[in-house]
C-alpha cells in the first residue's frame, strides 16, 4: 500500500510533529471560547461579557519511531518507521476552530462555536508486515518472520465538522469560592471516513529477493471507506475538500468548574480547575461509494499472498479488490451506512497562581474508548504541566507534556491581546531530537468587561 502515508504526513507537515491541540493555551486565564471547548462551565468566567474568536488552527502529529533529525537524514523513513519490535503508531490531527462567539448573562455564559476536524493514524502496526510491503522486507534478518498479532492493527482516516451550542452557570458562590457547571450540544457533520482493520492476524512472511509474501495466514479484516477516503488515502485534496458533510449525529460534552477567588475582582481567581468529559456520541457515515465490509483472510496450504501487489496503492477500493482477487477473502457481513464512534476523553486541570504574574498549571486528558476498535475515532493520553508568566494583556507559557505515543516534550507559545500562538513541543524537538513538534496559532477578541 503504497507510502500510504509517509509522502502525505511526512512531506506534507514536516513541521509540524505533536502532541495535544493548544497546548498551554487552554488553560489560559483568559478565558474564552477556546477554554468552553474544553469544560464549558467556563463559559461562565468569561473574561469579556462578549467574545469573538476569529480563527484558530492547531496541527499535532505523534509517532514512536522517526526523530526530527531522522527528517534531514539519508535514510529512507519508510525504512526507519518499520525498523525495531514494537508496534508503529503514527497520529496526524488536525483541529481549526472556526469563526464563534459567547457572551455573559447574569450568572450564565452562552456559546455557538465551529469545529472542523482531520485525523490520520497508523495505529500498533506490526512492523514486520510494514516493512514487506513498504520497503519489501529490507529491514528483515531473516528470510522468514512469523506473525502472531494478538490485537487489532488499523489504518485509519476521519473529516467532519462540528457546530456546538454550550451553556455555563454559575451553580454556587460565596465571598472565596466559586462553582460552575456546563454543557454542549454538538450537531456533527461527517465528511470522509476510511478504515483497514487486521485484527488477530497470524501468519508467515517470506522473502525472496526483494518480494515478500504472505501465507499460513488467519485474520479478521474490516474495510470501510465514505467519501473522498475511499478514493484516495493519502491525497491532502481527500481530507480538506471533504470536511463538513451532511448532518448526520450528535454530541455531547458535560464539565464542572471550581475556583478560588481573589479578594480583588480584577486579579481573577488564585486556583481554578475543572473536570469534564467530551465527545460523547457518534455519527453516521452516508455516501454513494459508502461501505463497510467485515472479511475473514484464510490463506493455506501452499498458497502465498504476493505484498508487493500493494506497492504504489492508495486507495482502499484498490486494496480491497485485489484481496477479493486473491480469493484468499471471505465476506462475513456488510453495511452500506455506519456508525463511527467519537472519541471521548476525560478531562481534568488545575491551574494555581503562585505569586502575582506567576502560575503553573496541570492538564490531563484520558481517552474513555479504545483506538484499536474499527468504529473509533482515535486520540491520544496526554498529561501537561505549564508555568504561566501572566499579564493583562501578555502572557509567555511553556507547556511539558507526557504523551503516550511520543513521549516527553516541551515547547512554548505567547499572547498578546487576542492573539496566541505557541508550540508543545519546540524545545525538544530542537534539543533532544523529539519524535514530533506542533504548532498553533489564532485570534480572538472581547467586547466589554465581564
Not at 55 to 65: C, E, I, P
Not at 330 to 345: C, E, G, H, R, Y
Request: glycine share 10%; charged share 15%; net charge negative.
Amino acid at each position: 500500500m503504497k507510502k500510504i502515508i509517509f509522502l502525505f504526513l511526512l512531506l506534507n507537515s514536516t513541521a509540524f510533529f505533536a502532541q495535544d491541540h493548544f497546548s498551554g493555551i487552554s488553560t489560559s486565564k483568559r478565558i474564552g471560547v477556546l477554554n468552553g471547548t474544553i469544560n464549558p462551565a467556563e463559559l461562565a468566567n468569561l473574561t469579556s461579557k462578549v467574545e469573538v474568536h476569529v480563527f484558530a488552527l492547531s496541527t499535532t502529529v505523534a509517532n514512536n519511531k522517526i526523530g526530527f533529525s531522522d527528517l534531514t537524514g539519508d535514510t529512507n523513513l519508510e525504512e526507519l518507521i518499520f525498523v525495531g519490535s514494537e508496534p508503529a503508531n503514527l497520529r496526524l490531527d488536525v483541529e481549526i476552530l472556526g469563526p464563534s462567539a459567547a457572551f455573559r448573562y447574569k450568572n450564565w455564559g452562552f456559546a455557538v462555536s465551529s469545529k472542523a476536524y482531520g485525523k490520520l493514524n497508523l495505529v500498533d502496526i506490526d512492523v514486520n508486515i510494514g516493512d514487506a510491503i513498504s520497503n519489501g522486507g529490507l529491514n528483515s534478518l531473516l528470510n522468514s518472520t512469523t506473525l502472531n498479532g494478538n490485537y487489532n492493527q488499523r489504518l485509519n482516516g476521519t473529516t467532519y465538522g462540528e457546530l456546538g451550542f454550550s451553556a455555563g452557570r454559575n451553580l454556587w458562590e460565596t465571598e472565596n469560592y466559586k462553582l460552575n457547571g456546563g454543557a454542549t450540544i454538538k450537531l456533527l457533520f461527517p465528511g470522509s471516513y476510511a478504515n483497514f482493520g487486521a485484527d488477530q492476524m497470524n501468519g508467515t512472511i517470506t522473502t525472496v529477493a526483494g518480494s515478500s509474501y504472505l501465507s499460513n495466514t488467519n485474520a479478521t479484516l474490516n474495510i470501510a471507506y465514505s467519501g473522498n477516503l475511499g478514493n484516495s488515502f493519502s491525497d491532502f485534496d481527500s481530507y480538506s475538500d471533504s470536511v463538513f458533510g451532511g448532518l448526520n449525529g450528535i454530541g455531547v460534552d458535560f464539565g464542572a468548574n471550581f475556583s478560588i477567588k481573589d479578594s480583588d475582582p480584577d486579579k481573577g481567581y488564585k486556583f481554578n480547575s475543572g473536570l469534564s468529559v467530551r465527545n460523547i456520541g457518534s455519527m453516521t457515515f452516508k455516501d454513494d461509494n459508502n461501505s463497510s465490509t467485515n472479511y475473514a483472510l484464510v490463506i493455506q496450504g501452499n498458497e502465498s499472498l504476493d505484498l508487493g501487489q500493494f506497492d504504489g496503492v492508495d486507495s482502499l477500493q484498490e486494496v480491497e479488490q485485489i484481496l477479493i482477487d486473491s480469493g484468499f477473502l471471505t465476506s462475513t457481513s456488510s453495511n452500506s451506512d455506519f456508525k463511527v464512534k467519537l472519541p471521548t476523553v476525560l478531562n481534568a486541570y488545575a491551574d494555581v497562581r503562585l505569586i502575582p504574574t506567576l502560575y503553573v498549571s496541570l492538564f490531563w486528558q484520558q481517552k474513555l474508548n479504545d483506538d484499536n476498535l474499527n468504529d473509533q475515532v482515535t486520540t491520544q493520553n496526554t498529561f501537561t504541566v505549564t508555568p504561566r508568566f501572566s499579564l493583562k494583556n501578555f502572557e509567555v507559557f511553556s507547556p511539558w507534556t507526557q504523551n503516550e505515543i511520543s513521549g516527553f516534550n516541551g515547547g512554548i507559545g505567547f499572547r498578546a491581546g487576542g492573539f496566541f500562538v505557541g508550540s508543545g513541543s519546540v524545545i525538544t524537538t530542537l534539543i533532544n531530537d523529539s519524535k514530533h513538534a506542533d504548532f498553533y496559532f489564532g485570534f480572538r477578541f472581547g467586547i466589554g468587561k465581564s
